[in-house]
C-alpha cells in the first residue's frame, strides 16, 4: 500500500510556527491544511517558517482557499470576482511561500446556467488566473473540491470534468459529501474505488490523492454537518481497502468536529 498520510483541516497552534508543528507531531499527524475558509491570518514570513518546519517533520502542507474564492462568476468583472482572484493569488503565495502541495477552493455556482455553461465559464476564468499567477511566480497546483449538495456545481463528474480541461487543477474528494449527495451510499469498498478511479484518471503519477473525510448528517441529498465519528453512517475502513488498490500515496485531512474523532480516523486509515 502506498503512504497513507493524516491531518488535521487547520493549524492547531497560531502563535509560533514551531510549536504548530511540534503539536501536529504530539498528535501523531503527518499532514495539515492550513484553513483560510474564515479569512487569511497568517503573513509570508509565518508561512516561510511553517514550511521549513514542516519539511523537516516531514508533515505536508496544504492550504484551503476563502470560501469566496471561487470561479465561474456569471461576469469576469467587478467586485466580487475581484475578491475572489484576489482570494485565490493570495493563497497561491502562502501555499507556495511554505511549499504547500495543493491550494483547495471551492468550484463556485450554476447560476442559472447549464452544467457544461457554468463549467465552461470556471475553466475559462482558471485560465485567467493561472496567468497571473505565472506572473508572480505563484503557480502552484491547485484542488478542486466536490461539494455536498445535490443540485449546485461541484460533482464529481464536474470537479473531474474541471479537471480535465485544466491540467493544473486536481480532483479533492470529500468523502462526506459524496456521501451526503448519494443518500448515504457509501457503505462499501466499491463506491470509494470507483471514486478514487476517477480521480486516479486525471491525476499525474506520483500526484497524491488529496481527500476530506469525516461522518456527516444530510438530509434530502445535502450535506447538513459534521459529525463525530460513529454517530453517522460514513467508515474509514472501506476508504482504506480502496486506497490499497491504488499505487498512489494519499493525504488525508479529518474535517471531524473533535479530536477523538480525528484520532479514529487516523487509527483506521495508518493501521
Same mark, same amino acid.
Given at each position: 500500500?502506498?503512504?497513507?498520510?493524516?491531518?488535521?483541516?487547520?493549524?492547531?497552534?497560531?502563535?509560533?510556527?514551531?510549536?504548530?508543528?511540534?503539536?501536529?507531531?504530539?498528535?501523531?499527524?503527518?499532514?495539515?491544511?492550513?484553513?483560510?475558509?474564515?479569512?487569511?491570518?497568517?503573513?509570508?514570513?509565518?508561512?516561510?517558517?511553517?514550511?521549513?518546519?514542516?519539511?523537516?517533520?516531514?508533515?505536508?502542507?496544504?492550504?484551503?482557499?476563502?470560501?469566496?474564492?471561487?470561479?465561474?462568476?456569471?461576469?469576469?468583472?467587478?467586485?466580487?470576482?475581484?475578491?475572489?482572484?484576489?482570494?485565490?493569488?493570495?493563497?497561491?503565495?502562502?501555499?507556495?511561500?511554505?511549499?504547500?502541495?495543493?491550494? $483547495?477552493?471551492?468550484?463556485?455556482?450554476?447560476?442559472?446556467?447549464?452544467?457544461?455553461?457554468?463549467?465552461?465559464?470556471?475553466?475559462?476564468?482558471?485560465?485567467?488566473?493561472?496567468?497571473?499567477?505565472?506572473?508572480?511566480?505563484?503557480?502552484?497546483?491547485?484542488?478542486?473540491?466536490?461539494?455536498?449538495?445535490?443540485?449546485?456545481?461541484?460533482?464529481?463528474?464536474?470537479?473531474?470534468?474541471?479537471?480535465?480541461?485544466?491540467?493544473? $487543477?486536481?480532483?479533492?474528494?470529500?468523502?462526506?459529501?459524496?456521501?451526503?449527495?448519494?443518500?448515504?451510499?457509501?457503505?462499501?469498498?466499491?463506491?470509494?474505488?470507483?471514486?478514487?478511479?476517477?480521480?486516479?484518471?486525471?491525476?499525474?503519477?506520483?500526484?497524491?490523492?488529496?481527500?476530506?473525510?469525516?461522518?456527516?448528517?444530510?438530509?434530502?441529498?445535502?450535506?447538513?454537518?459534521?459529525?463525530?465519528?460513529?454517530?453517522?453512517?460514513?467508515?474509514?475502513?472501506?476508504?482504506?481497502?480502496?486506497?490499497?488498490?491504488?499505487?498512489?500515496?494519499?493525504?488525508?485531512?479529518?474535517?471531524?468536529?473533535?479530536?477523538?474523532?480525528?484520532?479514529?480516523?487516523?487509527?483506521?486509515?495508518?493501521?
Amino acid at each position: 500500500m502506498a503512504r497513507i498520510r493524516v491531518g488535521l483541516p487547520g493549524i492547531p497552534v497560531r502563535d509560533d510556527p514551531h510549536r504548530a508543528v511540534e503539536t501536529l507531531l504530539a498528535l501523531g499527524y503527518d499532514a495539515c491544511e492550513i484553513d483560510f475558509e474564515g479569512g487569511f491570518w497568517m503573513d509570508y514570513p509565518w508561512a516561510a517558517q511553517l514550511g521549513e518546519a514542516a519539511r523537516d517533520a516531514d508533515i505536508a502542507l496544504s492550504v484551503h482557499a476563502p470560501l469566496f474564492g471561487f470561479m465561474g462568476h456569471l461576469e469576469a468583472s467587478g467586485r466580487k470576482f475581484s475578491s475572489a482572484v484576489g482570494a485565490l493569488d493570495r493563497s497561491a503565495g502562502i501555499a507556495a511561500a511554505c511549499g504547500a502541495e495543493v491550494v $483547495v477552493f471551492h468550484p463556485g455556482f450554476l447560476l442559472g446556467r447549464t452544467r457544461e455553461d457554468a463549467i465552461a465559464s470556471v475553466v475559462e476564468q482558471l485560465g485567467t488566473l493561472r496567468a497571473r499567477l505565472e506572473g508572480k511566480n505563484r503557480a502552484v497546483p491547485f484542488g478542486i473540491e466536490v461539494m455536498g449538495r445535490v443540485r449546485d456545481l461541484g460533482s464529481l463528474d464536474d470537479v473531474v470534468e474541471i479537471s480535465r480541461h485544466t491540467g493544473w $487543477v486536481r480532483p479533492v474528494l470529500d468523502f462526506a459529501h459524496l456521501h451526503a449527495t448519494s443518500d448515504g451510499a457509501y457503505l462499501e469498498p466499491s463506491l470509494f474505488v470507483e471514486a478514487l478511479a476517477a480521480v486516479d484518471d486525471v491525476l499525474a503519477p506520483g500526484t497524491p490523492f488529496h481527500i476530506h473525510f469525516s461522518d456527516i448528517a444530510y438530509a434530502n441529498r445535502n450535506e447538513k454537518h459534521h459529525l463525530p465519528y460513529g454517530e453517522g453512517t460514513l467508515r474509514a475502513d472501506p476508504l482504506r481497502e480502496a486506497l490499497a488498490r491504488f499505487d498512489r500515496p494519499a493525504t488525508v485531512i479529518s474535517e471531524s468536529p473533535d479530536e477523538a474523532s480525528s484520532q479514529a480516523i487516523r487509527a483506521v486509515l495508518t493501521s
